[in-house]
Nanobody, 126 residues
Framework: QLQLVESGGGSVQPGGSLRLSCAAS????????IGWFRQAPGKERVGILC????????SYADSGEGRFAISRDNAKNTVYLQLNSLKPEDTAVYYC???????????????????WGQGTQVTVSS
């Protein structure tokens, strides 16, 4: 069973940066497309970015207006989400999710992801 583990969340002041990691393990982990999502307090979860194992990029509704970037280390089966110029409204629980069905591309929407991490909290506050 595919497993995903996020890390790298924490508290940061406005304007700061964080790098989140999502490590995949299990069958076909090196082929999984990994997407990042976030859920702010009292709001629905929204998609940010996704990167497939073949480095096809998909942007979802909340891709950060150019402040966020996604990258991948295939040797480690890990996808990173770089968060720059953080704002208080970026405070949320950030989740990564995996999909193997739409290989070699990312899924078109959140609903297609079948494996989820536990989430990591990002808090932006002065």
């Amino acid at each position: 069973q595919l497993q995903l583990v996020e890390s790298g969340g924490g508290s940061v002041q406005p304007g700061g940066s964080l790098r989140l990691s999502c490590a995949a393990s299990g069958p076909n982990a090196n082929s999984v497309a990994i997407g990042w999502f976030r859920q702010a307090p009292g709001k629905e979860r929204v998609g940010i970015l996704c990167l497939s194992s073949r480095n096809y990029l998909t942007s979802y509704a909340d891709s950060g207006e150019g402040r966020f970037a996604i990258s991948r280390d295939n040797a480690k089966n890990t996808v990173y989400l770089q968060l720059n110029s953080l704002k208080p409204e970026d405070t949320a629980v950030y989740y990564c999710a995996g999909d193997l069905i739409n290989f070699p591309h990312c899924p078109p929407s959140e609903a297609a992801f079948h494996s989820w991490g536990q989430g990591t909290q990002v808090t932006v506050s002065s």
